[in-house]
Structure formats: structure tokens, C-alpha cells
């Protein structure tokens, strides 16, 4: 069972990043995924969830209308689109399966200028 994240990077405000999660070792498409993000000397806090089917989503409201998650379930992936990203997005970003509680390496973004 496995999580891998990427995409991460040095990003300015108000600038994007797509991050990926590539799942393997487990039937990825009965599962909803989520992300999770951790800024240094604060605790891991959820962002976003997608549904098995990706029919449903939710949000924390401080991504709320710039973040938007999505999955392809063929790939094995699940992705977070992230928009007009602000200096306190920065953070170590999760992949996350729900139910068993797997984890992914982390991936970092930082928004900075």
C-alpha cells in the first residue's frame, strides 16, 4: 500500500500549483482520499475530500474557492488544483486514504516572493 505525492515547489502569491497522488497496492476507487497539509510548528490539518466516485467534494473554508480536488480513478490518482495561493498555503501537503488511515511521503509547497 502506497502514497506517493508530487508536484510541490516555490510558487509567488497568487500563483498556482497541480499536486498529484498516485495511489498503488490497494483497490483505490472504493476509497475517498483526501488532503492534508502541516506548516512548520503547527499541527497536520485537513484541506479538501473526494468521494470514491468523486461525485462529492468538500473544502475547509480557508481553500474554499481556490483549491479544488479531483481523482481519476483509472490512474490510480487523485490531485489538488490549487489557485491564487497565498504565503500562509505553505506547507508539507498529504495525500491521504480514508479508512486505514495511509499516508503519503508529503509533498512541499512554498509561497513566497
Known amino acids: 500500500v502506497q502514497l506517493v505525492e508530487s508536484g510541490g515547489g516555490l510558487v509567488q502569491p497568487g500563483g498556482s500549483l497541480r499536486l498529484s497522488c498516485a495511489a498503488s497496492g490497494f483497490p483505490f476507487s472504493v476509497f475517498s482520499m483526501s488532503w492534508y497539509r502541516q506548516a512548520p510548528g503547527k499541527e497536520r490539518e485537513y484541506v479538501a475530500r473526494?468521494?470514491?466516485?468523486?461525485?462529492?467534494?468538500e473544502y475547509r473554508d480557508f481553500v474554499k474557492g481556490r483549491f479544488t480536488i479531483s481523482r481519476d480513478n483509472a490512474k490510480k490518482s487523485v490531485f489538488l488544483q490549487m489557485n491564487s495561493l497565498k504565503p500562509e498555503d505553505t506547507a508539507m501537503y498529504y495525500c491521504h486514504r480514508d479508512g486505514g488511515a495511509v499516508w503519503g511521503q508529503g509533498t512541499l509547497v512554498t509561497v513566497s516572493s
Open positions: 473526494i468521494s470514491s466516485s468523486g461525485g462529492m467534494t
